[in-house]
């Protein structure tokens, strides 16, 4: 193992976060039900963590997306790798993502998903690198935490797919 891991953010201040940010949500969407459409694989811890502290009746659906490549830059090369299940239309859908970087991903996703006729579509992402954003259109609804310009791991998020596990967010200092 050539790098290192330091911790940027810990597993009890993602947990504290997550709560608060689950609270939010469960106002915003009270009276509906919210569809949460979890990126794949990234996603996955964060929208069970959320998942599970909504109050709001929930739906869930997966989506993989692949930007080409296992390097540490998104290409902007954006291929639907395993597509949702179900339909939108009508349905009130909630993007569940690990990071927004460059914000290639979701400008993508967001105009395909909604030629499916959603009643609405959210934003919601763990960590935000702003200082990354190429897609500047990208509006995000939800926000946990907003991190500076550095590669991190953990709660979902891999380098070349390890690191996944981490119940925290560390920086990969190579
Ligand atoms: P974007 O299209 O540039 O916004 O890239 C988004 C995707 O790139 C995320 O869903 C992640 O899979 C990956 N990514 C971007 N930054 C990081 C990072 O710091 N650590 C791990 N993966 C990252
Ligand atoms: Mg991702």
Redesign the pocket.
């Known amino acids: 193992m050539a790098e290192k891991i330091r911790v940027l953010l810990s597993e009890e201040e993602v947990d504290q976060r997550i709560c608060e940010v689950a609270a939010q949500i469960s106002k915003d969407y009270e009276g509906k039900e919210v569809h949460l459409i979890c990126?794949l694989?990234?996603?996955v811890f964060f929208t069970c963590e959320l998942a599970k502290r909504l109050t709001v009746p929930v739906s869930l659906d997966f989506m993989s997306v692949s930007s080409y490549g296992a390097d540490t830059k998104s290409s902007g090369v954006v291929r639907i790798v395993k597509d949702l299940d179900e339909p939108l239309k009508g349905r009130d859908v909630l993007i569940v993502?690990?990071?927004i970087d460059s914000g290639r991903?979701l400008s993508y996703l967001i105009q395909v998903l909604n030629q499916r006729e959603p009643a609405s579509i959210r934003l919601c992402t763990l960590l935000d690198k702003p200082e990354r954003r190429v897609k500047k259109q990208v509006k995000v609804d939800y926000t946990c935490f907003t991190i500076p310009d550095e590669f991190v791991v953990g709660y979902g998020l891999d380098y070349a797919q390890k690191y996944r596990n981490l119940p925290y967010i560390g920086v990969v200092e190579f």
């Open positions: 990126i694989k990234g996603g993502e690990d990071i991903t």
